[in-house]
């Protein structure tokens, strides 16, 4: 493809690689170092990764915002410092005495606006350094509860593995929800810990599995989503004039009433600005064209 085309490139990460390092490799398959990603995944976690190409990098910020959905399932009977499979183990108790309703029911709790605390190993930043670098520095991070929302919250299976309980679950929830501090805090509510021992994002706002595409068929042949069609797709739009269009491509405001962050068309379809209301009309929040 071309280095200089803007666009969203899918992914269905593997497991066992960074975000990063997915990222290194679209880099060398689009020819341009100009690649970001829309909110990492874990080294174990597979699924979509949404990544933006050249102009589109600036897309990104705006889809992190919007929500996501998971496949996880979790480990009942065991705490691990990570909140996941690759942690060290801190604490075991046995859970077989816990029957399906029992779990069913405590998952209920997690359904709703709530205040997670995120877990420990994470990239969210305390004093400039990354709370997970803190952790592998052998400091102790205590992180503050955030606001965040789960929509749905479905258990699909709960089963006995030896003394533990393993159940898998469908979420859908706000941007910045941690599924494992969910593996973490049901655990904790139950009293006998808990992590996750498996995560699969199978959605990030309207981009899902069907339209991801493994490293090895981007490597046979790299899909470029056109920076119009990402943000016809994750945005309300507005078709202008020409006049409208020449004001916006100086980051005019204009008299035009949009619903929330909408992104706003020339008259030859060329996707232009993201716009949002403003008490009179509304005003840019990022132009993509000059």
Do not use: W
């Not at 009977?77 to 499979?85: K, S």
């Not at 052998?138 to 299976?157: I, N, Q, Y």
């Not at 929800?177 to 509510?189: H, K």
Request: net charge negative; charged share 25%.
């Amino acid at each position: 493809m071309s280095g200089s085309a803007s666009g969203l490139v899918v992914v269905d990460k593997p497991g066992g690689i960074t975000s990063h390092g997915v990222v290194s490799r679209v880099r060398r398959l689009a020819g341009t170092r100009k690649v970001g990603h829309a909110g990492t995944l874990d080294p174990m976690a597979t699924g979509v990764l949404v990544l933006g190409i050249n102009r589109a990098t600036r897309l990104l910020g705006h889809l992190m915002l919007t929500e996501k959905c998971y496949d996880a399932t979790v480990r009942l009977g065991q705490a691990r410092h990570t909140d996941d499979a690759e942690g060290e183990i801190t604490a075991t108790a046995p859970a077989g005495h816990l029957s399906p309703e029992q779990v069913r029911t405590a998952a209920l709790g997690f359904v709703g606006d709530l205040l997670q605390v995120p877990t420990a190993v994470s990239a969210i930043k305390v004093d400039g350094k990354r709370a997970h670098q803190l952790v592998r520095e052998g400091e102790a991070v205590e992180l503050k509860a955030r606001p965040v929302t789960v929509h749905d919250l479905v258990v699909s299976d709960v089963r006995a593995v030896d003394d533990f309980i393993d159940l898998d679950i469908s979420v859908r929830c706000s941007s910045g929800t941690y599924i494992r501090a969910i593996a973490r805090d049901l655990g904790a509510d139950l009293g006998v810990g808990g992590h996750l021992t498996a995560l699969r994002r199978t959605a990030v706002g309207p981009f899902d599995l069907e339209t991801a595409h493994t490293l090895e068929e981007l490597d046979q042949e790299f899909r470029l989503l056109p920076i119009a069609d990402a943000a016809r797709l994750s945005f309300p739009t507005v078709e202008l004039d020409e006049t409208q269009a020449a004001a916006v491509r100086v980051g005019k405001r204009l008299d035009l009433r949009v619903q929330g962050l909408t992104a706003v068309f020339g008259p030859e379809g060329d996707f232009l600005a993201l716009y949002e209301p403003r008490s009179e009309g509304s005003a840019p929040v990022a132009v993509f064209v000059g």
